[in-house]
Structure formats: structure tokens, C-alpha cells
């Protein structure tokens, strides 16, 4: 079965460009979701060590108190709900997110935060509420946030992607002429040069690859031992004529 290899080659580029999209998307939306979410959980865990360190003035840990501080989440976007505990575990004060629907969607309470800290759709940060007074903690303050959404960003990345694999094939195209000239045009000039040698019977021809700091050794090589297998039957048919 004959082939072209130009024909191989492309093709190869072609696999090459699509799989290079097909791999690299998911992955940068991966490390992408990966980056949004820490970025989210540090945020949220600064607010909520902030928030701790105001609750340690009050030695008792009061409710209200506890109640008055937590207001100061309501800037932040992903914050859904809060709850502080006192040292025995028992809710001092909560105060539920601009996202409130999205709390009652998945249940998630005081109650159930006290044992039940590990979701994948949200995040969930803690720090203790350590007393000014007495260097010992006196009760913690947890916080569910919003997750960033895993495809979020898709079709950004896809596009990143696809002009990235136009980048590279692109390059291989280039490659491609330069390898096409080095290789291709060479053995294009020895098959035409054999069919003529075989149609004429003419073995004077000769074949000339082109400038050699552009051909290959091994080309150069081959188009020499055929150089030669011509000469010696010309000679051969010289000395019988």
C-alpha cells in the first residue's frame, strides 16, 4: 500500500493539535478551579481568624456580642453562613449570608456543622476565639462559603486552548516546509531521475539534491551511492558498446 509522507505527516499534526486541546483544557480549568478555590478558602479563612481575634474581647462570649460581630461577613460574597460556638460546643450566635436559598438547598445548620465539616460543593473554614484576657480558647467560629463552580470557566480556557494548538501547528507547518525541502524535494529528484533513467535508458543523468548545508548527510549519502550506481553501469554499458 503506498502512502505520501506528507500525507503522514499531516495527519500526524493534525492528531497532534487536536489532542494538545483535548488534554490541556481540562487541565487548565482544573488548576483554574484548584486556584479560585484556595484563593476562596483564604479569603474566607482571614475574615474568619479576623472575626475570632474580635471575639476574644469578650471574655463570656457573649451572644450578643458574639451576634454583633458577625455583620462584618456580609461583604463577602461567598460567605453563606456563620456559627460561633462556646468552649462546651453549644451555639452562641449564627447569622446566615446574602445566599440564603442556597443554605436551605443543602441543609447545612449550626447543628450539622458542629460534626460535619467536609463538603465539596462548599467551603468550610474554622479559627478559634482565643479570650484577651486568659490565653486559653474559649470557643471557635466556623464558616460555610460558596465553592466556585468546577466548569466555570470552560469555554475561556477552551478558546486558550484551540489558539494555542493553532500556535503549534502553525510551527509544525513551518517545520514541515523546511522538512519538506530537506527530505522530500530530494527523493522526489531520485524517483524522477530513475523513472527517466528507465523510460531513456539514459545513464548519464545525474541527481543533484540541492545546496548541502540544507540536505541532510543521510540524503546526501543516498543520492551519492545512486550517483554512483549510475556512473558504473554507464561505464559498464561504455566498455560492452
Known amino acids: ?7 503522514i505527516y499531516r495527519n500526524s499534526v493534525a492528531l497532534l493539535c487536536v489532542t494538545f486541546v483535548v488534554v490541556l483544557t481540562p487541565c ?38 458574639s451576634a454583633a460581630m458577625l455583620p462584618q461577613m456580609d461583604s463577602n ?4 453562613l456563620a456559627c460561633v460556638y462556646d468552649a462546651k460546643g453549644d451555639v452562641k450566635a449564627t ?14 445548620t449550626c447543628d450539622r456543622l458542629r460534626t460535619d465539616r467536609h463538603s465539596t460543593n462548599f467551603i468550610i ?7 484577651h484576657r486568659l490565653p486559653q480558647p474559649i470557643g471557635e467560629l466556623v464558616l460555610l462559603g460558596k465553592a466556585p463552580a468546577p466548569f466555570a470557566n470552560l469555554l475561556t480556557w477552551l478558546f ?7 500556535v503549534l501547528a502553525l510551527f509544525c507547518w513551518l517545520l514541515g516546509l ?12 531520485i524517483a524522477s531521475t530513475a523513472q527517466r533513467v528507465s523510460l531513456y535508458k539514459d545513464y548519464s543523468l545525474r541527481v543533484v539534491p540541492g545546496v548541502l548545508d540544507v540536505v541532510p548527510y543521510e540524503m546526501q549519502s543516498l543520492t551519492d551511492s545512486f550517483n554512483a550506481m549510475l556512473k558504473e553501469i554507464e561505464d559498464r554499458d561504455s566498455r560492452l558498446s
Open 1 to 7: 500500500m503506498a502512502f505520501s509522507i506528507q500525507h
Open 28 to 65: 487548565l480549568t482544573g488548576l483554574s478551579y484548584v486556584e479560585q478555590r484556595l484563593g476562596a478558602s483564604r479569603l474566607l479563612s482571614t475574615q474568619a481568624h479576623m472575626i475570632a481575634a474580635m471575639l476574644g474581647e469578650d471574655a463570656a462570649l457573649e451572644a450578643k456580642e
Open 77 to 80: 460574597a461567598n460567605y453563606l
Open 95 to 108: 447569622r446566615e449570608g446574602i445566599a440564603r436559598s442556597e443554605i436551605k438547598a443543602t441543609e447545612f
Open 125 to 131: 473554614v474554622s479559627a478559634p476565639v482565643i479570650s
Open 160 to 166: 486558550v486552548s484551540v489558539m494555542l494548538g493553532l
Open 178 to 189: 523546511k522538512l519538506q525541502y530537506a527530505l522530500i524535494k530530494p527523493l522526489r529528484q
